[in-house]
């Protein structure tokens, strides 16, 4: 089993920035895929960004990208996500997630486990 702990969320102005991070315990050499999604309120969780392998390859859903990045720190087995020009429409509750495949996926359906979330609103 693996374990993800989101923390970092709160409320900022738009065009403001956060890091959100994910800790990873237990099982984590299982682990080829870490991700990033969100989920507004009336919304279906969507993809936000995903970092796959060994070499750290990352990719962003079209609406973050430039604007936020994706890292990890293996050592401290920890993942964050650096969110710049935060607008508005970024406000969500965003959810930590993982998976064994090295494949990029999009779908949360093929994320095998997840973090509890942590809320992020943009607003004045």
């Known amino acids: 089993q693996v374990r993800l702990v989101e923390s970092g969320g709160g409320l900022v102005q738009p065009g403001g920035s956060l890091r959100l991070s994910c800790e990873a315990s237990g099982s984590i050499f299982s682990i080829n895929a870490m991700g990033w999604f969100r989920q507004a309120p009336g919304n279906e969780r969507e993809f936000v960004a995903v970092?796959?392998?060994?070499?750290?390859?990352?990719r962003y859903a079209d609406s973050v990208k430039g604007r936020f990045t994706i890292s990890r720190d293996n050592a401290k087995n920890v993942m964050y996500l650096q969110m710049n020009r935060l607008k508005p429409e970024d406000t969500a509750v965003y959810y930590c997630?993982?998976?064994?495949?090295?494949?990029?996926?999009?779908?949360?359906?093929?994320?095998?486990?997840w973090g509890q979330g942590t809320q992020v609103t943009v607003s004045s």
């Open positions: 997630a993982a998976r064994g495949g090295l494949s990029y996926q999009v779908s949360p359906n093929d994320y095998r486990y």
């Open positions: 970092i796959i392998g060994s070499y750290g390859v990352t």
